[in-house]
């Protein structure tokens, strides 16, 4: 069974900082790994499919990395659109089929 | 408008069936694979299940979760995606989301790019 693991579970952080937030692959999923922005009471948003290519529309700011196991989601400076719960989900898996993260929270400090 | 809007949600009782339906607009529908999420108050994603275009076989795959229990469907004349849940469970309140592929060309898609509002969907006696 595959299990994605992200942490922290919350970060608070200031804007204009650079966060990064992990996630981590019980087995490698090469990478078959997107990210995903949810911001409060809205459905997600992709933001990185193949581990590090941003979705139409996604801000350099963001940047994804990582191959296998370990994974990381960059935001450079942190906008106040920005603070919302992040997920990471893997798809090389069949079955499960699509499997995510428990999400990371990111709030103002 | 390029988008797709969930609908059907409501209260129901454990043991009941509900179909709800995510009604798509401003694209070709039919070129693109569906998919079902839904989140449970307070909680994370989780995957149900799709349906891909027919230009890829129209392949249905589900979670292990709600297979036998849930029932994906589309009708491309009408732009309609539905998911038909039966026997259903308080476990499955929540806001049910569809989403459509990132890339029309991909069979399994790697990113859901478009996603609805969600729908809720309440079990309670």
């Known amino acids: 069974e595959i299990l994605m693991m992200q942490s922290p ?14 996630c981590r692959a019980s087995q490698s999923v090469s990478s078959n790994l997107a990210w ?25 700011r963001f940047s994804g990395s990582g191959s296998g196991t370990e994974f990381t989601l960059t935001i450079s400076s942190l906008q106040s659109e920005d603070f919302a719960v992040y997920y990471c989900q893997q798809y090389l898996y069949w079955p499960p089929g699509y499997t995510f993260g428990q999400g990371t929270k990111l709030e103002i400090k | 408008e390029v988008q797709v809007v969930e609908s059907g949600g409501g209260l129901v009782q454990p043991g009941r069936s509900l179909r709800v339906s995510c009604t798509a607009s401003g694209f ?11 989140q449970a108050p307070g909680k994370g994603l989780e995957w149900l299940g799709y349906i891909q275009a027919k230009i890829h076989g129209g392949t249905i795959e589900y979670a292990a979760s709600v ?6 469907s589309r009708d491309d004349y009408k732009n309609i995606a539905y998911l038909q849940m039966n026997s259903l469970q308080i476990e499955d309140t929540a806001r049910y989301y569809c989403a459509r592929a990132r890339d029309v060309l991909q069979w399994r898609p790697d990113g859901f790019d478009m996603w609805g509002p969600g729908t809720v969907v309440i079990v309670s006696a």
């Open chain 1, 9 to 22: 579970d919350t970060l608070s952080v200031s804007p204009g900082e650079r966060v990064t937030l992990s």
């Open chain 1, 36 to 60: 995903y922005q949810q911001r409060p009471g809205q459905a997600p948003r992709l933001l990185m499919y193949d581990s590090s290519t941003r979705a139409t529309g996604v801000p350099a």
């Open chain 2, 28 to 38: 070709r529908f039919g070129d693109f694979t569906v998919s079902w999420f839904r």
């Open chain 2, 67 to 72: 297979e036998g229990r849930f029932t994906i």
